[in-house]
């Protein structure tokens, strides 16, 4: 094949550039559908690829609390246990509880959250959970 013109030129680049881009496209596509989900780890661990932790303050009326959302990213219902150690200028705040979370897919049930009344914001904290598939 033998090109004679410049536009003849950049309309085969022009085709190829695309061709090459829509492969890739679908490479993307086909690569995050295949994707498993996460898996619990066996025994009872924190569950790091499970589990997802966050944790505030709020008040509610002249009470403090701190609030330790637990969250569930697998397709397994888990028992945590969870242990949380607060201490700040007013004193120090401790407290445990079980929280069972659904599968991911039962949407709302598959978050919980513990609450911990605390004298006051800040300070230092510990926190640790121990989950297993229930």
């Known amino acids: ?3 004679t013109s410049t536009s003849s030129l950049l309309a085969l680049t022009l085709a190829m550039a695309v061709g090459f881009a ?10 995050q559908k ?9 025994g009872t661990t924190a569950q790091p690829n499970c589990i997802d932790e966050k944790g505030e303050y709020t008040k509610r009326g002249n009470s403090l609390f701190f609030l330790m959302k637990l969250e569930n990213k697998c397709e397994a219902r888990m028992k945590c246990a969870v242990f949380v150690y607060k ?15 659904g599968p991911k897919s039962d949407g709302a049930v598959a ?14 904290s510990t926190s640790d959970r121990e989950c297993r598939v229930f």
Do not use: C, Q, W
């Open 87 to 101: 201490i700040n200028a007013r004193g120090a705040a401790h407290g445990r509880s079980t929280l069972i979370l």
């Open 111 to 124: 978050t919980k959250t513990y609450a911990l009344k605390v004298k006051g914001a800040g300070g230092f």
């Open 1 to 3: 094949m033998r090109l």
């Open 22 to 31: 829509s492969a890739g496209h679908a490479e993307d596509a086909d690569g």
């Open 34 to 42: 295949a994707e498993p989900p996460p898996v619990p780890d066996r």
